[in-house]
């Protein structure tokens, strides 16, 4: 390891990604540009952005530990999530789109009513802290570990740096960076994976050197009805989660929104088989990893074979895409304080420029609050027990409700409250009650499948007997007027605003392929540091150059126009 070379790498990269948060510094003009990107993001930028956004930290950290602890185990968890995609692809993403709501938030008030949302409002904000929280937490350990930094600075540090590119410059920056850090992080991968089997002997030498279960599909802890229950489990995380709907709602269409939930799910058919193989084979070079220090198997490996530069650059990776995912969270909490309890309860005649200033504060609010859960993980067990401990206790709970409700017309704002209430009492007397009273403590498998599958079985439960008295809620109908003023005000946007939306969308796809530009020069420079695989690093660089030409000519099929023109033809066309 170079550690000049290293950090002249992370240094210049993080000054980079800053940059690009300046760019769109002036390109939200109202929280339709701010939060969805004017609902006109190209689907395959959705769909990338949603595929980092989830990956991040635990493929390198809990996944990561998971896969070298239990090895084939870890691919088998993460596939759960591309058929939760391919669910949502069919059925819900497209539905999200057509409620032509901004936030998931702003769905539940007008399908459930105000006090179920404030509910909701204030359990999603406490959950996404925690977990994206979390979530901070092992990449400054990374960071800290690989430049002999201490940790608490480290995670300051980084959590400010993460807060302040999210709070100038809007979901556009978020996503641009998000697709930045997945041609990095791939183009890492494909560097580590061959170098690591050849430290190995190959691939005959790795898998004699492991133990004869490590290629099961089931092990350990994690059982075929934990894999049950997480398929069902991110049906429900993958199509309700606040932080996912907005890909859904961000796009021109309920076509493109499915397009977005395929995307992600054949990236996640594919991506845990290379994800997962480095802290895998690592098991063949160091058995001897124990407790917490698993979670550092996926650096181990990193040091121990990536040539100068390129431990920078994955260090670099690592921690925007696991800030991505938070990012992402903070970009939704944000736009849910501003849209749905400043503007929606607080000031609803607030002008654009105030509504842009509250979620830019509310950002840095919620950004500090998420440092510091990451400064006390350690002391929660880690991160695989934080992140699959408050998944299993919310996830139902939270995210079963709003997705029964868009497809029933008889849940009711009482049902659904009783149904989260109940849901949360019961996961968390199982996870913190019991063994303290009764010295009884549920499986993985079984605390994983009691979150999912009771608020379930309540909701079909209420739904039969809703229906053999034929009842619809009153808030149904209330729904579907709110939903035909929603359609009716989009139709009334401007051409003015139709053009900004288009100029924006068409700066962020030049940026992206900028940003590609930089990435392959990047990567061509520090091959020639390289003793080993500077020829792999080479090529995937010219890659990377090619591949820049995508989102450019795709920008270019943004037509603009001069302004006066396109004012007046987007007014013909409405008329």
Not at 205 to 230: H, M, Q, R, S
Not at 388 to 396: A, P, R, T, V
Request: proline residues 4%.
């Amino acid at each position: 390891m170079n550690t000049t070379i290293d950090t002249a790498v992370i240094v210049i990269f993080s000054a980079f990604v800053l940059g690009i948060g300046m760019l769109f510094a002036r390109t939200g003009r109202n929280l339709k540009s701010f939060f969805a990107g004017g609902e006109a993001v190209p689907w395959f930028i959705g769909g990338l952005s949603l595929f980092m956004s989830f990956f991040s930290a635990g493929t390198f950290v809990a996944w990561g530990s998971i896969a070298y602890k239990h090895g084939w185990v870890a691919i088998t968890i993460q596939w759960t999530m591309c058929i939760g995609a391919l669910v949502t692809g069919i059925y819900l993403a497209p539905r999200w789109k057509q409620t032509g709501a901004l936030t998931a938030a702003e769905f539940i008030r007008a399908r459930l009513g105000t006090n179920v949302q404030k509910v909701y409002i204030f359990i999603f904000t406490l959950v996404s802290l925690f977990i994206k929280g979390s979530v901070l937490y092992p990449v400054a350990k990374l960071v800290s570990s690989s430049l002999n930094l201490p940790l608490v600075p480290c995670t300051i540090g980084l959590g400010f740096f993460m807060i302040a590119y999210t709070a100038v410059g809007g979901l556009w920056a978020v996503m641009v960076t998000d697709i930045l850090q997945f041609v990095v992080l791939s183009a890492a991968v494909f560097i580590l994976l061959p170098l690591s089997l050849d430290r190995v002997g190959g691939l005959d030498g790795f898998v004699k050197a492991v133990p004869d279960d490590f290629f099961n599909l089931i092990n350990g802890e994690y059982t075929i009805g934990f894999i049950a229950a997480f398929v069902i489990y991110h049906i429900c995380y993958i199509g309700g989660n606040w932080t996912f709907v907005q890909r859904y709602t961000s796009v021109d269409s309920p076509k493109s929104a499915r397009k977005v939930a395929f995307l992600f799910a054949g990236l996640y058919l594919i991506s845990p088989v290379i994800w997962m193989m480095p802290p895998m084979i690592y098991k063949a070079i160091n058995p001897s990893l124990t407790g917490l220090d698993t979670e550092n198997a996926y650096l181990m490996i990193c040091k121990l074979v990536l040539p100068p530069g390129l431990l920078g650059l994955m260090l670099t990776g690592m921690y925007f895409s696991t800030s991505a995912s938070a990012n992402t969270a903070l970009n939704v909490v944000s736009a849910v304080f501003t849209n749905d309890i400043y503007k929606g309860l607080i000031n609803p005649k607030a002008s654009d420029k105030k509504l842009i200033r509250v979620a830019r504060g509310s950002s840095w609010v919620f950004g500090l609050g998420m440092i510091g859960i990451a400064l006390m993980v350690p002391a929660a067990g880690g991160i695989v027990e934080v992140v699959l401990s408050i998944s299993s206790i919310s996830g139902g709970p939270l995210l079963a409700p709003p997705l029964w409700a868009m497809f029933s017309k008889r849940l009711t704002s009482r049902a659904t409250l009783w149904v989260t209430g109940i849901g949360l009492t019961v996961n968390l007397f199982f996870k913190i009650l019991a063994p303290l009273l009764l010295d009884f403590k549920l499986t993985r498998g079984a605390e994983t499948i009691i979150g999912v599958g009771l608020p379930l079985l309540l909701l079909l439960g209420y739904e039969l007997w809703a229906r053999s008295k034929d009842v619809t809620a009153n808030e149904y109908y209330q729904y579907l007027i709110a939903r035909q003023q929603k359609r009716d005000d989009a139709q009334a946007e401007s051409p003015e605003e139709a053009l900004a939306i288009r100029k924006q969308n068409r700066f962020g796809l030049q940026v992206i392929a900028g940003s590609l530009v930089f990435t392959a020069l990047m990567l061509g420079g520090l091959s020639t540091f390289a003793e080993v695989g500077g020829g792999i690093t080479a090529c995937l660089g010219g890659v990377i150059l090619l591949a820049a030409l995508i989102p450019y000519r795709a920008s270019q099929r943004v037509q603009l126009g001069s302004e006066p023109q396109q004012i007046e033809k987007l007014i013909n066309t409405d008329n």
